[in-house]
């Protein structure tokens, strides 16, 4: 039984579109964030969710829009995308006070 | 503000010798601090972490890593590697109200020569 799963694994599509990903842990966890990692291996944190609250944003662009329809989900819709929008996208959760995140298997997203 | 260095982009080892991975950390207050790997084409998974207690922690896969509060390290350590260790490996610190959320360094990258 996976504990952070994200959709799709891959995403390929043009400039201009807009895609969701979608992420869901069963984990029982308060916290969710969203993490971008970049061609460098780079890891940043994008968005933090407690209790379906954002509580970071890490100045992200506005295109990038989080949802969390419940502590279990966190979507990530991305608007207009853009070249530099490629990476892989990563959800995690954990529990407050705990600190020991856990990571999907990421997302990556191709811009053509 | 926090901030998580590893100096070393790349290591290569011969399988079965020794391994040490330096990580430096900038954090105002005792820090929460993680090692994580990353193997190709997956998640992340948790090695092991630090709170307090014991400056000498134990992880999964045989890693044991140091905490020196006087060098603001974490040094990852393993006596004997294997092929299978060959990954990106990321040392973090977590940081925010209730370390709300995990700062990484730059990630180091493992060769095992076989």
């Known amino acids: 039984d996976t504990a952070v799963s994200q959709t799709p694994k891959y995403l390929v599509t043009q400039m201009g579109n807009d895609k969701s990903i979608k992420c869901e842990q069963n984990l029982g966890h308060d916290t969710m964030y969203w993490y971008k990692q970049d061609s460098k291996k780079f890891l940043k944190i994008m968005f933090s969710?407690?209790?379906?609250?954002?509580?970071i944003n890490e100045t992200v662009p506005n295109r990038f829009s989080p949802k969390s329809p419940d502590k279990a989900h966190l979507n990530l819709h991305i608007n207009s995308l853009e070249l530099g929008d490629s990476a892989v996208y990563f959800c995690?959760?954990?529990?407050?006070?705990?600190?020991?995140?856990?990571f999907g298997q990421g997302t990556r997203l191709t811009v053509v | 503000a926090q901030s998580v260095t590893q100096p070393d982009i790349h290591i290569t080892v011969s399988e079965g010798a020794s391994l040490e991975l330096r990580c430096n950390y900038s954090?105002?207050?005792?820090?929460?601090l993680f090692w994580y790997v990353q193997s190709p084409g997956q998640g992340l998974q948790l090695l092991l972490k630090y709170f307090s207690g014991d400056t000498l922690v134990q992880g999964i896969k045989g890693f044991e890593a140091e905490f020196k509060r006087s060098q603001s390290s974490f040094n990852l350590r393993k006596p004997s590697v294997h092929w299978s260790d060959a990954a990106e490996y990321f040392c973090?610190?977590?940081?925010?109200?209730?370390?709300?959320?995990?700062?990484f360094g730059s990630g180091t990258r493992l060769s095992i020569r076989p």
């Open positions: 969710y407690n209790n379906k609250e954002l509580i």
């Open positions: 954090y105002g207050a005792t820090p929460y």
């Open positions: 973090a610190v977590g940081a925010g109200s209730s370390a709300s959320k995990i700062i």
């Open positions: 995690a959760s954990s529990q407050v006070g705990t600190t020991e995140a856990f």
